[in-house]
């Protein structure tokens, strides 16, 4: 998305003021959204639906599905099972999910994800 603007940051989350009504879709946010630019990003897509793009990865030893980003430095847990993802462990995906805070774990999770594989 583009706007020109100002940013009002002493808001918490920040805020965009558009000089005017004019915004552009550069690209679709399923193009944009990485898990690393949301994980270090969490407070601006905390609660929401988003598309981000990633690799499926199954914790070994355990059944924690994670959506990680290609050098594995970033990962999201997922609220499915290992049955749910198939044979798509280790594949570059799209995932349509709400970013969650689990209290419990003090972790975000995408829930209710909808995953697809990525050319």
């Known amino acids: 998305m583009e706007a020109t603007?100002?940013?009002k940051s002493s808001e918490s989350p920040p805020l965009l003021f558009a000089d005017s009504d004019d915004i552009i879709l550069s690209r679709d946010s399923?193009?944009?959204l990485t898990v690393t630019v949301v994980?270090?990003?969490?407070?601006?897509?905390k609660n929401d639906r988003i598309c981000l793009c990633g690799v499926l990865i199954v914790e070994p030893g355990s059944e924690d599905v994670r959506l990680t980003d290609?050098?594995?430095e970033h990962s999201i847990s997922m609220d499915?099972?290992?049955?749910?993802?198939?044979?798509m462990a280790g594949r570059y995906v799209s995932v349509d999910a709400t970013l969650i805070l689990d209290p419990g774990?003090?972790?975000?999770?995408?829930?209710?994800?909808g995953i697809r594989l990525r050319g």
């Open 30 to 32: 399923e193009a944009v």
């Open 70 to 72: 290609s050098s594995r």
């Open 105 to 113: 774990r003090m972790e975000f999770e995408l829930e209710d994800c």
């Open 80 to 87: 499915v099972s290992v049955e749910q993802i198939g044979g």
């Open 39 to 45: 994980t270090e990003n969490w407070l601006l897509f």
């Open 5 to 7: 603007g100002e940013l």
